[in-house]
Every structure is written in C-alpha cells, then in structure tokens.
C-alpha cells in the first residue's frame, strides 16, 4: 500500500508533511523507501507518529527522515530529482553486455545444464568467422560508452578461434569507436590449455568459472567424462590464473578469476565446506546463486531441487558465515547483496541487468547465439534451445542495432519488468532495490508478467532485502555496515588491454 492511498483513507494523516515513500513491515519495523533509493527502519509507533505528521524536528528520526526525503519540510527537491537521476543514470545507454555463443558444443554435462548444449561432434554449432564478424559489427553500435564482449557456451573455449578473433577484430574497430572494451570468459575450465591460458592473460582477459564446492558437490553437479575430474581440474586453472596476475605484479583485489556457484540440495548440505573452499582459494566474491527451477524432469528435480523457503535459509545461514569471517579479517564478499547493498548504501544502482527496473533484456545486454540469432538476454536464447522462439528478434544478417532495442519483444519485456508500473511492485517497499525476470515468468507459467507473490524472484529479492535491512537495523556497533560498506566499494581496472 502506498501512502498516498493512506492519506486519502486516513483523515489523521498530514499529507503536506509527508514526501512519497513506500512501506512494509519488518518485525517490529516499518521500512520506508523512496525512488532515490533511500530507506529508513522505524518502530510501528514512531511511524503512526510520522503519519499523523506529530515527528517534530525535536524527535531523534527527524533530522534523517527529513534528510532522506521522507518529511516534505524544507525539501530540496533538486537534490531529491539528482538522486533519482543518478540511480537511473544507465536508463537509455544501450547494452554494455555483449553475450556471445561461440559454440553450443559442451565437454561437460552438469545436472542443471539446460537444453542449451550440444555433444562434442556437434562442429555445425560452432560460430563461423563470418558470423563473429557480424556480431562485433553489430554488438559495437551499442550507443554506450561500456562493451563488454561476454563469452559463453557450450564451454566457449572448444571455440577458440572465434574468440580470439572477435577480441583482435573488436580491438581494432575500437581503436575508432573508442568504448571502454572489456571481453570476459565464462568457462568451466576442462577444455583449458598452456597455450590458451597464455593468450588469456596476454589479452587481458577477465575470467569467470564455476565452482560449486568441495570435490563432492562439484564433481556431483557438473558431471564429466568417465574417469575424470572436473573438480581437480577447475582448482588448477583458478590456481594457475590467480598466481600468473600476483607474477604479472597486479593487484589480487582486482585481478582474480571469479566463480560462481549454483545451489543445489548437495550445496545446501555443505554450505560450509563451501564458503571455506573459497576462502582458502583466496577468492574475493562468492556468488551464490540458486537454481532456475526450469526445464527439469520431475526426477532431476528431486534429486538437486528445494524449496525457495529452503534456499533462502541457506542463503541467510551462509550470508552470517560470510560476515562472521569478515569481522575476523577475511575479505570475501557475497555477490548478489553486494548489488542490492550498493542501490541501499550509495547514491548509485550498479546496472546488474538482471536486478533492475526495466530488466536489462534488450536495453542492457544482447544475446548472439552461434548462428548470428539475436536474442533480448541469453534466457530467451534458452527458450529457443527449448523449441520456443518467442524471443528471437531476428538475425546479425536483418537486424540493425537500433531495431534491435526498438523490437515490440523488447519493448514488452520492458513494460512487464517496469515496477513502477507493474501491480504489487509499484507499491512495494522492495521496488527501490529489486529487478523482476519476465523471462523466468514466461517459462514458469507462460504469462510475462507473473503474479509476483508466485515467482521465483519475488520470493528470492524480498527475503535478501529483509536480510540485508535486518542485519543493517540491528548493527549496534556499526561492524556489519562497515563490512557492507566494504562490499560496494568500486575500483576501477585499467581495461582496454
Ligand atoms: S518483485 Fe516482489 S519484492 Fe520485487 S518489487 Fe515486486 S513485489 Fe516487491
């Protein structure tokens, strides 16, 4: 309920005094936000008090209400707008994310792979020299100043000739275009060599692998060829790549492969040796990330499946772990609430495509797959590896750019991820923070919109929202903030390498 429905209910309410803010409870708590992205946690008492404009600038909230934009007095409605503005500045850049299917064949084949993969004699999936081409040419008409060329898969690096030329062939068109360029790598490692390895950190390549856990979880849920093991493997090469940037005289803090990690019910029981792992790897940023529930037989699903209830208890068990190790000194942060704590504790929104209003589909990212399809974000591309090609927009060979943006898919997934718009969102206290997946609706229930209290997401960003606000409300010392606070801090990389 927003307060502006409140006012016209309640005639104790002071309308003038009030500045437009959403609430909702938490425990005792009521969390009020606003568009700048501010928010303040007030005891139910003091909020009445608030809505029946009784908060004198005697009060101990008052200075901060007021400051945030809660309390109309003395407003400065131009730094209020500069806010907002800043938190949407990305609105209207065009996509910085350039997803780039070099090939759909796969070495591996990991339990919650969906059907987006193909077997290693597959060579008619690979992406040809002259499709790559086309994809630079049209990935570089992007009207933002950021590209960064992502490469995926398949494992990417079975093709990797087209990702060296589409690195030397954007660099060259760079040299006109003048963007800041970065290309990044999403491998799984099993298909690494010394020579590939090499040219990687030669080019200034950022890296990104996947790393489930300890040998049995791995092992488990990305399953390799007979009498191998992917695990052994993937902590070679993230030892190799960390050790060549310390050799190379970077700073680790910046230079370092990530990984991600995807939650399985295995995950969830070794939680721990999880976190530990990373830590003793000395990776930076754990990215915990569940499953997308889609696409499964019943019987995978029993076996690596849980409930949102029980992901999010996993979530809020290993968020504490991560802290607790953080107030002992070590420097790990945890990937998803740095993106939500960066839009609640800094005057900025880090344009993560998937966690923004409107979604990145289209307007943030591009899809290319293999055979110069183009797609909104690599989900519509999964659809399609499903038999549904409701999200292609049309080929690298037909489809300008601008069209591309402007395409009436593009523009739908927009408005069914807009939450200003959208039926619950719109007044829901989270909406300052929080990014819905129309795509992830349309693959559930088939509708682009969804009914949130029954998505996926919905049920993921409110609880990590209601976690992160608790542990800031509740932080007498100040130590959980002063962590927090460590997680969002950006430094940049010297890129254009
Ligand atoms: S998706 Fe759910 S949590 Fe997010 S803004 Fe909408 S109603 Fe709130």
């Known amino acids: 309920m927003s307060v502006r429905t409140l006012q016209i209910d309640n005639p104790l309410v ?20 606003n568009d700048a992205g501010e928010w303040h946690a007030l005891k139910t008492e003091d909020f009445h008090s608030l809505l029946q404009g009784k908060i004198s600038d005697e009060h101990p909230e008052y200075i901060s209400l007021q400051r945030k ?24 850049q065009g996509p910085h994310l350039a997803v780039v299917i070099t090939t759909l064949r796969c070495n591996q084949s990991c339990k919650y792979c969906h059907a987006s993969r193909t077997d290693m004699d597959r060579v008619d999936t690979d992406m040809s020299l002259e499709t790559a081409k086309k994809v630079v040419d049209h990935a570089m008409h992007s009207p933002s100043p950021y590209l960064n060329f992502e490469f995926q898969g398949g494992e990417p690096t079975v093709n990797m000739d087209i990702i060296k030329f589409i690195v030397d ?12 360029l970065d290309h990044s790598l999403v491998t799984n490692m099993t298909y690494m060599n010394d020579e590939n390895a090499k040219w990687v950190m030669d080019n200034g390549i950022l890296i990104c692998t996947s790393l489930d856990g300890p040998e049995q979880v791995h092992n488990f849920n ?51 040796e999880i976190i530990d792992l990373y830590v003793e790897l000395g990776i930076r940023n754990i990215h915990l990330r569940p499953l997308n529930p889609f696409g499964f037989a019943s019987k995978t699903w029993r076996a690596i499946g849980y409930t949102q209830q029980e992901y999010l208890e996993f979530y809020e068990t290993c968020l504490d772990y991560i802290l607790e190790l953080n107030q ?73 750019m601008t069209e ?63 976690i992160l606000i608790k542990r800031l409300v509740e932080d007498t010392d100040g130590s959980v903030e002063s962590v927090f606070r460590r997680w969002v801090v950006d430094r940049p990389r010297d890129t254009n390498t």
């Open 69 to 92: 934009g809660f309390i109309r007095s003395d407003l400065d409605l131009e730094a209020l707008a500069d806010k907002v503005r800043r938190k949407k500045q990305w609105m209207g």
């Open 222 to 272: 990305r399953t390799w060829q007979k009498n191998s093991n992917a695990y052994e493997n993937v902590l070679k090469w993230i030892k190799h790549f960390n050790q060549c940037y310390v050799d190379m005289g970077r700073d680790p803090e910046l230079w370092h492969v990530d990984a991600l990690m995807t939650t399985t019910k295995k995950s969830i029981e070794n939680w721990k």
């Open 328 to 400: 002992q000194g070590v420097q790990i942060c945890e990937g998803t609430a740095s993106i939500f704590l960066k839009k609640m504790l800094t005057p900025y929104d880090p344009n993560f495509v998937d966690i923004r209003s409107p979604v990145g589909s289209g307007t943030g990212q591009m899809a290319y797959n293999y055979d110069g399809s183009i797609y909104p974000s690599d989900e519509g591309r999964m659809v399609s590896a499903m038999g549904d090609e409701i999200f292609r927009l049309g080929t690298v060979d037909d489809l300008t």
């Open 14 to 33: 002071v309308p003038d005094s009030l500045g437009y803010f959403r609430f909702g409870e938490l425990d005792e708590w009521k969390v009020l936000t």
């Open 404 to 466: 591309a943006m402007q395409h009436p898919t593009v523009r739908s997934l927009a408005i069914a991820s807009c939450l200003d718009a959208l039926p619950q969102c719109s007044d829901c206290w989270n909406a300052p923070y929080c990014g819905v997946r129309p795509l992830h609706n349309y693959m559930h229930t088939g509708d682009l919109f969804g009914q949130r209290p029954n998505t996926f997401k919905c049920v993921e960003h409110m609880g990590i929202s209601k």
């Open 169 to 180: 062939y954007s660099r060259e068109k760079n040299k006109y275009e003048k963007k800041i």
